[in-house]
C-alpha cells in the first residue's frame, strides 16, 4: 500500500516536473488555439444544428433531429450528397493516376529533369482563386482558349458552353480541382520513391524483374504509407473544394455542380438558413471523419 | 532552480513576444473613428474615384477616417451578411433596398435619419425614398433607375413597339458572327432581372397582391408568366438570336459584349452610356423602353439601393458625417454620372449633365416601372427563378413545367 502510494507520488511528481511544465507552457499557445478556432467552432456548430436559428444564426428554439429530417426528406439534398461522393472519388482517383505518373517520370534520370520538377508545382503554387479565373476565362464560350482553339483547328466546330450546361459544366470544374490538386499528389509520391532503397531495384533486376514487376513489387509496396496519407487529404481537401466551385459557376447551372460545401454555404450565406446549413456542416464532419478513421486504422495496423 | 529561471525567462519572452503587436498599435493609436464602408462595384464607377472621395475626405477630417473598401455587386449580399452574422458589421454598406426586410427582421440597420444631417434628406428625390418602410427612412437611396433597352443605331434603328416586333426585327438582323439580335445572361447572377423584364412586359407579376398590399402565392406560373419564359426560350433556343454561350454568360460577362457593337438590342440599366464610354464603344448608340407584349402596358423593372447604417457599428455618427459629405453635388453628382443612374438628389437632378436623351428616357421608363417584391425570402426565390429558367433552357424542362415547379418550391418555401 505504501509503495503503491510511494509510485504514485512519483508519477505525480514526474507529471509536474519542471520538464514537462516546459512541455505544458509550449504545448499552450497551440492547445488555446485549437479551442478557440477548432473545437469551439465545431460545438458551435453542432449546437446550431439542433435549433431553429434566426436570419444571422442565433439559436431561437431547440428542435431536436428536425433539421436532419428536414434534409433527409429533400431530394436535392441527396442529389448533392451524391454528387459529392462522385466529385471526390474521381477527383481524387484522377489525382492519384496523374500524380504516380508524373512521379515515375520525375523518378527517372534525364536532362531537364529539375525544370520538369519545378514546372509541376505551378499549379499547386498558385492560389486556388487565379486558377479557378484562369480557367474560367480558357473556358469562356466566346473568348475562351479551349472554346476557340477547338473550333480554329475544326476539331470541334460547336463545343458545349463549357461551365453552361450541367453535364460538361461539372467536367470542367472537376477537372480544375484535378489540374490544382496533381502537383501535391506527384512530389509526394516522388518523395516516396526516392525513400525506397536502390537496392531493392537492383536485386529485382538481377532476378530478372522488369519494370512492371519492379512498380508493382517494390514501388508500390514502398510508397504505401505515402499513398494513404497523400490521398487522405486529397479526399479531405476535395470534398472540402468550395473555391473552385464557386468561382467557376457557384453551384450552377441549375444547381448542378453543387458539392456539399457549397451548397451549405448557399444556404447559410445567400439564404440565411444557418440551422440548415449547420445540420450539413455536421454531416460533412461526420462523413470525413469516418474516412479519416478508416485511414488512420489502415495506416496504424501496419504501423504496429 | 537553474530550470525554473529559464521557465520564467522563457515565459517572460514569450509574454512580451506576444504584447509587441498590441504596444505597438496602442502607441501608433490616433484617437480616430474608423468607418468602414462596403462600396458597391457598379459599372463605370472607377476605382480612382473611390480612392479620391475616400483621400478627399480623410484629408478634411481630423477625428474621422473612413476605409471605402471595393466589393463586387455579386458578393455584396454574401459579404454583408457575413459581416452581420459575425457581430462585425461595417459602419455603411450598399445594399439592394430589397435587402433592408431581412436586416430590418434582425434589428441590423438604423434608421439613417439619425446620423445625416436634415439638409442631406431634405435634398433626396421623394421618389427616391423606397427605404422608407413604416415611416422611418432606414436606408440612404444612393442609385434609383428603371431599366432601358439600349440598341446600337448602326445595326438598326428600328425601335421595336412590341415584344413580338422586337424578336422579328431581331431575327432581321441577325447575321453572326458580324450581327447578333440580342443579349440576353442566360447564367444565373445576382437578381433575376431578365425573367423580370420579360414577365412584367407580358403583364405578369411575381406574387398575388392581397388587398393588404401582402404577398400571397407565386405567380410565376401564370399565363403572363408562362409566355414571358416561352419567349424567352423561343429566342435563345429556336431562333437563336441571342449571343452564343448564353448559358456561360452571367450579366458583368454579357453586358460589355453590346459595347464591342455586334449587337442590336440589350435591355439593361442606366449605367449603360458612362460603361459604353469606358468600353470605348464607337457605335450610334440610343435609347428607348422595354417593349411590352401586345395588348400590354408598357412596363419596367425598377431597382432601388441605398445606404444602410449598421446598429452594432461603432462609429455611426462619423459614418453620418461621410454621408452628408458624400452627398454634397461635387462628389454625389459624379457619382451619379459615372454610373448612370438619374441622380437621387435634387439639386444634382438640376445639373445640365443630366438633361440628355438617357436620362429623358429613363425617368419615363420609371413612370409606369415596378419593383422586385419586397419580402424577407426574396434571394432564395430569386434563386429558384434562375434555376427554373436554365431548366427550360437547357430543354429539361417546358416552361409551364419548370414554372409550376418553381411556384410551388417557393409557396412551400414561403409556408402556403
Given amino acids: 500500500m505504501v509503495e503503491s502510494k510511494l509510485i504514485l507520488h512519483r508519477r505525480k511528481g514526474y507529471f509536474w516536473s519542471t520538464e514537462s511544465k516546459l512541455a505544458y507552457l509550449f504545448l499552450l499557445p497551440a492547445t488555446v488555439f485549437l479551442l478557440a478556432f477548432m473545437i469551439y467552432p465545431i460545438i458551435n456548430v453542432i449546437i446550431m444544428s439542433l435549433y431553429k436559428t434566426n436570419k444571422i444564426g442565433k439559436l431561437v428554439e431547440f428542435t431536436g433531429s428536425t433539421n436532419f429530417s428536414d434534409l433527409f426528406q429533400q431530394k436535392d439534398f441527396w442529389v448533392v450528397m451524391l454528387r459529392s461522393v462522385y466529385w471526390t472519388g474521381l477527383a481524387v482517383a484522377v489525382k492519384t493516376l496523374f500524380g504516380l505518373i508524373l512521379a515515375l517520370l520525375l523518378n527517372v534520370e534525364y536532362k531537364g529533369r529539375k525544370v520538369a520538377r519545378t514546372l509541376i508545382i505551378i499549379p499547386w503554387a498558385s492560389s486556388v482563386p487565379v486558377s479557378a479565373l484562369l480557367w474560367r476565362w480558357v473556358y469562356h464560350p466566346e473568348f475562351g482558349l479551349l472554346t476557340h482553339s477547338l473550333r480554329v483547328t475544326g476539331i470541334w466546330k460547336n463545343p458545349p458552353v463549357w461551365l453552361g450546361q450541367p453535364v460538361s459544366a461539372f467536367f470542367s470544374v472537376i477537372w480544375v480541382d484535378i489540374w490544382i490538386g496533381i502537383p501535391f499528389m506527384t512530389l509526394v509520391f516522388l518523395a516516396g520513391m526516392q525513400a525506397v532503397s536502390k537496392d531493392l531495384y537492383e536485386a529485382a533486376v538481377v532476378d530478372g524483374a522488369n519494370t512492371f514487376q519492379k512498380f508493382i513489387y517494390i514501388t508500390l509496396p514502398g510508397i504505401r504509407d505515402v499513398l494513404l496519407i497523400a490521398t487522405l487529404l486529397s479526399t479531405l481537401w476535395t470534398f472540402n473544394d468550395f473555391n473552385t466551385i464557386y468561382l467557376m459557376t457557384r453551384g450552377g447551372p441549375a444547381g448542378s455542380t453543387h458539392i456539399l460545401i457549397t451548397y451549405i454555404y448557399e444556404h447559410t450565406f445567400a439564404w440565411w438558413k444557418w440551422n440548415y446549413g449547420a445540420a450539413m456542416a455536421v454531416i460533412t464532419f461526420i462523413i470525413l471523419s469516418i474516412i479519416a478513421l478508416i485511414y488512420a486504422k489502415v495506416y496504424f495496423r501496419r504501423e504496429m | 532552480m537553474k530550470s525554473r529561471a529559464s ?19 496602442a502607441g501608433g493609436a490616433k484617437e480616430v473613428a474608423k468607418v468602414t464602408f462596403f462600396w458597391a462595384e457598379y459599372d463605370g464607377l472607377t476605382d480612382a474615384f473611390r480612392q479620391e472621395l475616400q483621400d478627399a475626405f480623410n484629408d478634411s477630417q481630423e477625428a474621422i477616417e473612413v476605409d471605402i473598401v471595393p466589393v463586387d455587386w455579386d458578393l455584396m449580399h454574401d459579404k454583408i451578411t457575413t459581416a452581420v452574422a459575425g457581430g462585425a458589421p461595417p459602419e455603411l454598406c450598399v445594399i ?18 439619425q446620423y445625416v444631417s436634415k439638409e442631406t434628406i431634405d435634398n433626396i428625390s421623394p421618389g427616391a425614398m423606397e427605404a422608407k418602410l413604416g415611416g422611418k427612412l432606414m436606408g440612404l437611396p444612393v442609385a434609383a433607375g428603371a431599366r432601358i433597352m439600349a440598341y446600337n443605331a448602326d445595326i438598326t434603328t428600328k425601335v421595336p413597339k412590341t415584344m413580338e416586333e422586337l424578336r422579328e426585327l431581331a431575327i432581321r438582323v441577325h447575321n453572326p458572327p458580324k450581327v447578333y439580335g440580342l443579349i440576353m445572361p442566360g447564367k444565373k447572377h445576382t437578381e433575376c432581372t431578365d425573367f423580370a423584364y420579360y414577365l412584367y412586359a407580358a403583364g ?56 464591342v457593337g455586334k449587337y442590336a438590342y440589350v435591355f439593361i440599366g442606366a449605367w449603360v452610356e458612362s460603361a459604353y464610354k469606358s468600353a470605348g464603344g464607337e457605335f450610334d448608340l440610343r435609347y428607348a423602353q422595354i417593349p411590352p407584349f401586345a395588348g400590354q402596358k408598357q412596363t419596367s423593372l425598377i431597382i432601388t439601393d441605398s445606404i444602410a447604417i449598421f446598429k452594432d457599428a461603432k462609429n455611426k455618427e462619423a459614418a453620418g458625417k461621410f454621408l452628408d459629405f458624400f452627398y454634397k453635388d461635387e462628389w454625389k453628382a459624379r457619382f451619379d454620372e459615372m454610373i448612370g443612374f438619374p441622380p437621387v438628389t435634387i439639386s444634382a437632378g438640376k445639373l445640365p449633365q443630366f438633361q440628355t436623351p438617357l436620362y429623358q428616357v429613363l425617368i419615363e421608363a420609371a413612370q409606369n416601372a415596378k419593383g422586385w417584391p419586397l419580402m424577407t425570402e426574396w434571394a432564395e426565390v430569386s434563386d429558384i427563378i434562375w434555376d427554373a429558367n436554365v431548366e427550360a433552357f437547357l430543354g429539361r424542362k417546358t416552361p409551364k413545367q419548370t414554372l409550376d415547379d418553381a411556384a410551388a418550391k417557393i409557396d412551400k418555401l414561403r409556408g402556403m
Fill in chain 2, 96 to 113: 439592394g433596398t430589397r435587402w433592408l426586410l431581412e436586416f430590418m427582421e434582425i434589428d441590423a440597420v438604423e434608421e439613417v435619419t
Fill in chain 2, 7 to 25: 521557465i520564467i525567462l522563457l515565459a517572460c519572452v514569450l509574454t512580451v513576444f506576444l504584447c509587441i503587436p498590441m504596444i505597438l498599435s
Fill in chain 2, 204 to 259: 405578369g407579376d411575381f406574387f398575388e397582391t392581397r388587398p393588404d398590399g401582402s404577398f400571397g402565392k407565386s405567380t410565376i406560373n401564370s399565363p403572363a408568366g408562362i409566355k414571358a419564359l416561352e419567349f424567352m426560350v423561343q429566342l435563345a433556343t429556336k431562333d437563336k438570336v441571342i449571343q452564343e454561350g448564353y448559358l456561360g454568360l452571367d450579366r458583368m460577362d454579357s453586358h460589355p459584349l453590346f459595347y
